[in-house]
């Protein structure tokens, strides 16, 4: 079982970048691949990126393509997402999620409990 926590979320500016932060507690965490997902009031929860296990293979959304860029350090047990060039349209709780096995877009079974990030134009 892991326990994850995000962190990095705020006001920005369009155009502005923030780093989320997605801390894990556990000893195997270099056994779970993670996504991130966001969810923006009155809509549907979606993925944005995943990476897998050793951080070898990434994946994006397609909104995220070429902005968003996700990273991990298994030494500190830590996922990041940085974000760059955010538009209004990026406004949403943003969600770290782990799941025992291959990276993938759905089917995480671990959540942690999401950090607000606002862009205002």
């Known amino acids: 079982q892991v326990h994850l926590v995000e962190s990095g979320g705020g006001l920005v500016q369009a155009g502005g970048s923030l780093r989320l932060s997605c801390v894990a507690s556990?000893?195997?965490?270099?056994?779970?691949?993670v996504g991130w997902f966001r969810q923006a009031p009155g809509k549907e929860r979606e993925f944005v990126s995943t990476?897998?296990?050793?951080?070898?293979?990434?994946f994006y959304a397609y909104f995220a393509e070429g902005r968003f860029t996700v990273s991990r350090d298994n030494a500190k047990n830590t996922v990041y997402l940085q974000m760059n060039a955010l538009k209004p349209e990026d406004t949403a709780v943003y969600y770290c999620?782990?799941?025992?096995?291959?990276?993938?877009?759905?089917?995480?079974?671990?959540w942690g409990q999401g950090t607000q990030v606002t862009v205002t134009s």
């Open positions: 990476i897998s296990r050793e951080g070898e293979n990434t």
């Open positions: 556990g000893r195997t965490f270099s056994a779970y691949s």
């Open positions: 999620a782990a799941r025992i096995g291959p990276s993938g877009t759905r089917n995480y079974d671990y």
